[in-house]
């Protein structure tokens, strides 16, 4: 015995039935045969009444379809699950390589830097180190020229007139000088020079008639020294300083045939000449 409730059909939906089979369907020409089962008709023809619509051909059991076809209405093939989780996989995984790859390029730039700067350093610290001993050296340790020339200049021999370590104004004579004249202007109290020694001295030369300089040693801060009495000098020197002792200043007037002559070449001063000469020692 069946309980199952039968529930009525609407109204509405009972009268649609009945009109549609009621309204009649367009039929095919006469004598126009019917389509086979699963061929389409013709476009635009019309479908004839109570032929079924052919249904699309189902695919065979267990065949895919080829990878890359379009599906029907051009739409590109959907893809599965794994294959958008592949895709965000390999996405992150490029990703993650670029960072890595950026952050190492910044760290290798930090440290070449670093590196300049480090061997920057150690190069200006061992330039100065080095530069340092020799500026030391170079002061404490001056060579004998430098120190006869600056701090022992002139050098006076023992018991000399401090009136040596200045240099002397020497100015013009008047009068003509036909012969050589000495003249003592400071007496020194050691030996008297004889030919044939090396002496050394301090000078001034300047020009008889107006008293204008051409020669000093003051000027190189450096004595002049010669052997006395072998030509190696005008022959005023020669003679005028034979005798004068050592720590003496004297004037020598020398007139021209004894000193370059009236018409020298090669720059030296012509006519008479006067020189101041300082006697600081003879050997």
């Known amino acids: 015995m069946s309980y199952r409730r039968t529930v009525p059909e609407p109204a509405a939906r009972r009268d649609n039935a009945a009109l ?20 389409s008709r013709p476009a635009g023809q019309p479908r004839a ?27 590109p093939p959907l893809k599965t699950k794994a294959e958008k989780r592949a895709e965000a996989k390999a996405a992150r995984a490029r990703a993650r390589a670029m960072e890595k790859r950026r952050r190492l390029l910044s760290v290798t730039g930090a440290a070449i830097v670093v590196l300049a700067l ?17 500026a030391t050296t170079a002061s404490a ?12 200049f002139p050098p006076l021999p ?27 202007l400071i007496e020194g109290t050691g030996a008297a020079v004889q ?22 040693s003051w000027s190189r801060s450096e004595p002049f020294s010669f052997q006395i009495g072998a030509g190696g000098v005008i022959k005023g020197w020669d003679q005028g ?18 000193a370059y002559g009236e018409h020298p070449t090669g720059g030296q001063p012509a006519g008479t000449l006067r020189f101041v000469v300082d006697v600081l020692a003879a050997s």
Do not use: C, M
């Open 49 to 75: 009444a109570g032929q079924p619509r052919p249904a699309s051909q189902p695919r065979p059991a267990g065949q895919s379809r080829p990878a890359g076809q379009p599906r029907v209405g051009g739409q």
């Open 158 to 184: 023992a018991g000399a007139d401090p009136a040596l370590g200045k240099k002397p104004a020497v100015s013009g004579g008047k009068g003509a000088v036909t012969q050589l004249r000495t003249t003592t």
């Open 241 to 258: 300083l034979i005798g004068a002792k050592v720590g003496s200043r004297v004037q020598l007037d020398i007139p021209a045939d004894l």
């Open 20 to 39: 549609n089979r009621a309204a009649p369907g367009p039929s095919r020409a006469e004598g126009q045969p019917r389509p086979a089962a699963g061929q």
């Open 195 to 216: 030919s044939g020694q090396t002496i050394n001295v301090n000078y001034v030369g300047v020009t008889y008639a107006d008293g204008k300089e051409f020669d000093s």
């Open 141 to 152: 340790d001056p060579t004998p020229a430098a120190t006869a020339s600056s701090a022992a």
């Open 118 to 134: 480090i061997v920057g350093l150690f190069v200006w610290i061992g330039n100065s180190s080095d530069s340092s001993p020799n």
